[in-house]
């Protein structure tokens, strides 16, 4: 559950009406209890634009790729100060996706209703991923040739390596006598 603030309000509840944010949390929290979830919908995402009431609409939304706010550097003189990580808000809800809870909470005013999965698995074809990570056939070839001259080359180095290791060993056999007496058997 988030509620949109004036940035001046972040760090401080002092002026923020919570009502909206209360009612929406308790609908949608009433029915997470009451109901069997849709496949895949582990919890939801509740974002509450600023003014909203309980008569604000709602819709379905998912996460948006944009970021909205950004990281800053701590204010401090030396590495040791103690510096407080900030943040600065840089986006155009207008760039966000029409989907999205960043377009439906900035630029609709709506409430957005987001289902979050706790597998945060890609959705690729694992088959296929698989086949192009291990170099097997694949119907366009190039990747997969890519891939397995890619494995090719690791393969070398690492028999070259191993190579240089066993000479180099060789090497400081000859080279250094042994002078720890070696038993002969003949005490």
């Known amino acids: 559950m988030s509620q949109q603030t004036p940035i001046d309000l972040h760090l401080s509840y002092a002026d923020v009406d919570f009502r909206a944010a209360a009612y929406f949390a308790r609908l949608f929290g009433e029915w997470l209890l009451g109901n069997r979830r849709p496949d895949d919908v582990d919890a939801l995402k509740i974002d509450v634009p600023q003014n909203a009431t309980i008569d604000t609409p709602w819709r379905v939304t998912r ?5 909205v706010y ?5 204010e401090r003189v030396a590495l040791n ?6 943040y600065a808000f840089h986006t155009d809800p207008n760039n966000a996706e029409p989907d999205s809870d960043v377009y439906a909470v ?3 005013h709506v409430v957005s209703v987001t289902p979050l999965s ?4 890609s959705r690729t074809d694992l088959f296929r991923l698989r086949q ?23 393969a070398q ?16 056999a000859v080279t250094q006598p042994n ?3 070696k038993n002969t058997g003949n005490s």
């Open 81 to 86: 100060d103690v510096g407080k990580l900030g």
């Open 106 to 108: 900035m630029h609709d």
């Open 63 to 67: 996460v948006s790729r944009r970021r």
């Open 70 to 74: 950004w990281p800053t550097r701590p």
């Open 157 to 172: 180095a690492s028999a070259d390596k191993q190579d240089a290791m066993q000479q180099a060993a060789e090497t400081a």
């Open 118 to 121: 706790l597998d945060m698995t």
């Open 179 to 181: 002078s720890t007496p």
């Open 132 to 154: 192009m990570l291990s170099g097997e056939p694949m119907p366009n070839g190039k990747l997969a040739e890519k891939v397995s001259e890619r494995k090719a080359r690791i």
